[in-house]
């Protein structure tokens, strides 16, 4: 079964630094999104992507925030300067159509600010 | 506001049936999809209700009132491995996104 990868699956970073969250969504997926989940709460919804434009963003998505797809094949969430607050599971997620009953989620990206 | 809520917890014992419910009051409202969380991994996909009435696939089921705002989540013959967390989350239906409001989750545990 396809599946969406991200990389890394861990990383510690100290705060202030410049994070790079990579995902390889499914081939043939048109639409990406970034999801968060700090522990024990709800998974939240960060930012949508599609033709190489946000489509939507949530409060969470600041201007230390920005996403992008470099390459055709990579989608990436880049913070600009860390918080303690932004430790969280990062999920990517993508599906082929807007109203598809299929969204997959990669296996995340656990980030921890120190 | 956009709101689902279900319960925190349950618990069950192995070869049983357990149901979990979801309550939702959201701005728009264009499908409810259930997903299977374990610690510390992705969101998996169970089911996707857009249309009222039961959705079955094998020992999942879900249901979906859009009058009552309501859906449920049936596990049968339950097994040791379905101890996991159950999320409920909600497409409000925007027209160019596909943005899923969560719910909590319902961490289930399942006893022998």
């Known amino acids: 079964e396809p599946e969406v990868t991200q990389t890394p699956s861990h990383q510690v970073t100290q705060m202030g630094q410049e994070v790079i969250l990579r995902c390889v969504p499914i081939s043939n997926h048109l639409y990406f999104y970034w999801y968060r989940q700090i522990l024990g709460q709800k998974v939240e919804f960060l930012v949508s992507?599609?033709?190489?434009?946000?489509?939507?963003k949530s409060e969470i998505f600041d201007d230390q925030f920005s996403v992008e797809r470099p390459d055709g094949s990579n989608f990436t969430l880049k913070i600009r300067s860390t918080k303690l607050e932004d430790s969280a599971m990062y999920f990517c997620a993508s599906s082929n159509a807007v109203r598809e009953n299929t969204i997959y989620f990669g296996e995340g990206s656990w980030l921890t600010v120190v | 506001g956009q709101n689902i809520d279900q319960p925190t917890e349950m618990t069950a014992t192995e070869g049983a049936i357990v149901q979990i419910n979801c309550t939702y009051q959201?701005?728009?409202?264009?499908?409810l999809f259930w997903y299977q969380q374990h610690a510390g991994e992705a969101p998996t996909f169970l089911s996707y209700n857009v249309l009222d009435g039961l959705e079955e696939k094998g020992r999942f089921s879900s249901f979906l009132s859009r009058s009552k705002g309501y859906s449920y989540l049936l596990l049968k013959e339950l097994q040791m491995k379905d101890s996991a967390s159950y999320l409920c989350?909600?497409?409000?239906?925007?027209?160019?996104?596909?943005?899923?409001?969560f719910g909590t989750g319902t961490r289930l545990q399942v006893f022998p």
């Open positions: 989350a909600v497409r409000p239906g925007s027209y160019n996104t596909d943005k899923l409001i």
């Open positions: 992507f599609y033709n190489n434009e946000i489509s939507e």
């Open positions: 959201t701005s728009g409202f264009n499908g």
